[in-house]
C-alpha cells in the first residue's frame, strides 16, 4: 500500500490572471506529489502589478469555510501563507492554524509585505502589524530583504553587509519565528544577491546567487511554494532553499526568453513541463 500524500493548506490571494499566489502554489505542489487545499484571502481580477486591478476581500468566506473544516476534522501536513486581504485575516490564519495543524505539521509564513525598499500599495502600516503577530507560529518564514526591514521597523539599506543581514535575521527569530529564509538581500556585486538562512540550531548561511536583471510578480510566491515542497519531501532546509533558489533562477531565465509581458508572472507552464521531462 502506498503511502497517503502529504497535504498542505495553501492561504494566499487567488488572481485570475498571472502566475502568483495560489495560480503558482497550487501547480507546484502537485508537481511534487502534495495535495493541496486553497483558502483564499482575496480574489483579484489580475495580480497587483496591472493597473485598474479588481480585488474581493474574502473575510467572510475564509470563516464560513474554517468553520465547516472544523466540522470535517480536516488537518494538513504543513499550513503556507502568504498575501493577506486584509488585517484582520491574521486572525483568521492564527485560528486556521490552530484548528487544522497537527503536532508536527509543518507552518510557513511568508509575510508578503513589498518589494525594492516599499511596502505594496495596496498596504497600510496596519498589515505590517498584522503579519508581525503572525512570526510567532511559524516554523519558516520567507520574507525578502524589504519585508524584514518593514518587520522589524528599520530603513531599508541596499548597500548592507552580511553582518546586518545576519542581524537582521536574528532580530527577526527574537520575534518567536523559529528559522528564516531571507531573499533578495543586497551583495557587493551588482550582478549577484544572496539568500541568508537562518536555522533554529543558530546556524547562518549566507548562499551568493546570480541575478538576472528583471523582476516578475510572483517569483517570492513560487520560492516559497518550492521551498516547503521539498521540506516536505523530507529535504533539509539549506538544501531545499538552494532548490527554490534554482527553480526560481530557471523560471526567470525561461520567461525572460519568450519576450512575454514580465508582469504575467514565472511561466510555470514551460519550467514545470521541463522538471517533469527530466523526472521520467
Not at 476534522?73 to 492554524?97: K, V
Not at 528599520?154 to 542581524?167: F, L, T
Not at 520575534?175 to 543558530?202: C, D, F, M, W, Y
Not at 539549506?238 to 527554490?244: D, G, T, V
Amino acid at each position: 500500500m502506498q503511502a497517503a500524500s502529504k497535504r498542505v493548506l495553501a492561504i494566499h490571494d487567488l488572481s485570475g490572471w498571472g502566475h502568483t499566489s495560489l495560480l503558482a502554489a497550487i501547480p507546484i505542489f502537485y508537481h511534487y506529489g502534495i495535495q493541496v487545499a486553497a483558502l483564499p484571502t482575496a480574489i483579484l481580477s489580475t495580480n497587483t502589478d496591472y493597473p485598474g486591478y479588481v480585488l474581493d476581500d474574502q473575510t467572510a468566506q475564509m470563516r464560513a469555510t474554517i468553520s465547516h473544516w472544523k466540522s470535517l476534522g480536516i488537518r494538513f501536513d504543513a499550513i503556507y501563507s502568504g498575501f493577506i486581504g486584509s488585517p484582520g485575516q491574521a486572525e483568521l490564519i492564527a485560528e486556521a492554524i490552530a484548528s487544522f495543524a497537527r503536532e508536527d505539521s509543518f507552518i510557513l509564513i511568508d509575510p508578503v509585505l513589498g518589494d525594492a525598499g516599499e511596502l505594496y500599495g495596496c498596504y497600510d502600516s496596519g498589515m505590517i502589524d498584522a503579519m508581525r503577530a503572525l512570526l510567532p507560529l511559524a516554523d519558516l518564514i520567507t520574507p525578502n530583504y524589504t519585508e524584514a526591514a518593514l518587520l522589524l521597523g528599520k530603513a531599508w539599506d541596499p548597500h548592507a553587509d552580511a553582518s546586518v543581514i545576519e542581524q537582521n535575521c536574528r532580530l527577526l527569530q527574537n520575534t518567536g519565528a523559529k528559522n528564516i529564509v531571507l531573499t533578495s538581500a543586497p551583495h557587493p556585486e551588482p550582478e549577484r544577491t544572496a539568500v541568508a538562512i537562518l536555522t533554529q540550531a543558530q546556524d547562518f548561511q549566507l548562499l551568493d546567487c546570480k541575478y538576472l536583471p528583471a523582476v516578475y510578480p510572483g517569483a517570492g510566491d513560487v520560492f516559497a511554494s518550492v521551498l516547503l515542497a521539498e521540506i516536505l519531501s523530507g529535504t533539509p532546509l539549506p538544501s531545499a532553499a538552494l532548490a527554490a533558489i534554482a527553480f526560481v533562477f530557471k523560471g526567470i531565465q525561461t520567461s525572460m526568453r519568450t519576450g512575454q509581458d514580465r508582469r504575467d508572472g514565472i511561466c510555470l507552464e514551460k519550467v514545470l513541463r521541463r522538471a517533469a521531462c527530466r523526472c521520467c
